[in-house]
């Protein structure tokens, strides 16, 4: 048993290198199946100890960059994440030991671990998905067919066939259909590509104000980073009226471009306000806003026209627990709890489900780690959304690894909704992506830099659009239903063996 854990425990820090820095994505199926031969013919009631250390090697390398927050916040998170594969490495054992069909099985129950904890507990946390390791690879071409959740099911049915094919050496005349049929679903949407019809075209302005000193602290230079927003904006106003630059129809700032409610900082309000009036055109400004108690707070996107002020607003659906919230405050931690005490205030989850509009476009916004989750980002998009922004404040990651993984993130972003993407960052990473998820203009992380650029609009749903979250919630069903079923079926087998000593292939 030793030798399997550190053998599931190895894979899973591989499959860390199927995501940025390395991206390496042939990866992914591999170590799929090498986790399958980890809990091969080995007891559901001890399968789950290859199944944890191939989440610990996973989580715990993929999610390095979380030291940034501290140890123990990389810690609590990894441990978190790593623990659901604790459950699905005895999943994978049953389904293996009862069902012929196992590799179908244990790719459903894949993505159904990762389907939850990607949702639960709290709002979950996406990092990790099998599908979002992906960027220029045949299998992102699927993207907009399948949706992330199809995806991540194909790349771990091939992985669970690979394991099938070495582990079982089945006839032939069983694994050729099987390759047939995984190499039909990868490569047919490369050669039948998504193709959105663009009805009208937008100039869009990406403005990095960059965050001074280290670049790791935007709080303790907040009034600076507003600053450097406000004379970058000012700059591209001289610029568009010497020619040098097209009118934009919108300039998008990042999240944090206002770490203070600008309703209530006059120098903030002032400032913004000369900025939008010189270039002329609506801002979508990213600041923190007080809501209605004093411990709470909003993070949003705030249309900001000229000669007019703030207008239309999205706020971020997915703050983050124990990073910009705390869970349960009153009742369990009390906020007194080690570096919990830092967080003095709970950020609200926004609902908004329609899209902003600003500056004649109608867009669909997403900040930060919103833009890891499916459902605020399809509701805007059916709702209208002819365009993708992302806001985000990753300075305190300026000097990771996470800058480049969500960033890839929303390339494929771009893929599956079948839209441009305007990210705009603090300090990096900002850019346009077109919606192929290929990179049109990319700002040098911590500089000052406005992109300006043209970017398509479609109304266009993608097939994963409009399925929404109805994959994730089958692949749920589907291995709720495997799962007992197995059970069932195991349970039924020990009845007829009765006393008799278990086969060798399940005898571990």
């Not at 091969?40 to 993929?62: C, D, K, M, Y």
């Not at 800058?403 to 850019?431: F, K, M, P």
């Not at 087998?493 to 005898?507: F, L, V």
Request: glycine letters at 10%; one cysteine or more; aromatic letters at 8%.
């Amino acid at each position: 048993m030793l030798l399997r854990v550190l053998v599931a425990l190895g894979a899973g820090a591989c499959l860390a290198a199927a995501s940025e820095p390395l991206g390496w994505s042939w990866l992914t199926p591999l170590c799929v199946a090498v986790l399958m031969g980890a809990v091969w013919r080995v007891a559901p009631r001890r399968a789950w100890l290859p199944g944890l250390a191939f989440g610990i090697g996973f989580f715990f390398t993929l999610q390095w960059w979380m030291r940034a927050v501290g140890p123990d916040a990389w810690l609590g998170l990894s441990a978190l994440e790593a623990a659901f594969f604790a459950p699905l490495g005895a999943a994978l054992a049953l389904v293996q030991n009862r069902t012929r069909a196992w590799p179908v099985w244990a790719a459903v129950l894949w993505v159904g671990i990762e389907t939850l904890r990607s949702g639960w507990p709290f709002s979950g946390m996406p990092w990790g998905r099998l599908s979002y390791a992906v960027a220029d690879t045949v299998w992102a071409d699927g993207l907009p067919w399948f949706s992330f959740t199809g995806v991540s099911l194909l790349l771990a049915l091939t992985g669970t066939t690979l394991a099938w094919t070495v582990l079982e050496r089945p006839r032939a005349a069983y694994v050729v259909p099987a390759a047939l049929a995984l190499l039909a679903a990868t490569v047919a949407p490369t050669l039948v590509p998504w193709t959105p019809q663009e009805h009208d075209t937008a100039t869009l302005a990406v403005v990095q104000g960059d965050v001074p000193g280290s670049g790791d602290d935007l709080v303790a230079v907040h009034r600076e980073v507003t600053a450097n927003h406000v004379r970058a904006t000012e700059l591209l106003a001289l610029d568009v009226e010497a020619g040098r630059e097209p009118r934009p129809d919108l300039v998008l700032w990042p999240e944090n471009s206002t770490a203070v409610d600008p309703f209530r900082d006059g120098g903030t309000f002032s400032g913004i306000n000369r900025a939008v009036d010189r270039v002329g055109v609506p801002v979508l400004v990213g600041a923190m806003v007080d809501a209605e108690k004093d411990h709470q707070v909003l993070n949003q996107g705030i249309v900001w026209q000229p000669q007019v002020g703030a207008g239309d607003r999205y706020t971020k659906q997915n703050p983050v627990p124990f990073g910009e919230y705390i869970p349960w405050r009153d009742v369990v931690f009390r906020g007194n709890l080690g570096k919990l005490r830092q967080i003095g205030r709970d950020m609200l989850s926004g609902t908004r489900t329609s899209p902003l509009r600003a500056g004649g476009v109608t867009v669909a916004d997403a900040i930060c780690f919103d833009v890891a989750y499916d459902r605020g980002i399809h509701d805007q998009v059916r709702g209208g959304g002819e365009l993708l922004v992302v806001q985000t404040s990753n300075a305190m990651f300026i000097h990771t690894h996470q800058i480049a993984q969500q960033y890839e993130i929303t390339r494929l972003r771009a893929l599956e909704t079948g839209r441009h993407v305007a990210v705009a960052a603090t300090n990096g990473i900002s850019g346009v992506i077109d919606a192929r998820g290929r990179p049109l203009a990319e700002a040098e992380p911590r500089t000052t830099t406005v992109l300006v650029e043209e970017v398509g609009l479609t109304r266009d749903l993608t097939p994963a659009v409009r399925m929404g979250e109805w994959p994730g919630r089958l692949v749920l069903l589907g291995s709720l239903v495997i799962v007992v079923a197995s059970a069932r079926r195991a349970s039924r087998m020990a009845y007829i063996r009765g006393g008799q000593r278990p086969s060798s292939r399940s005898a571990e």
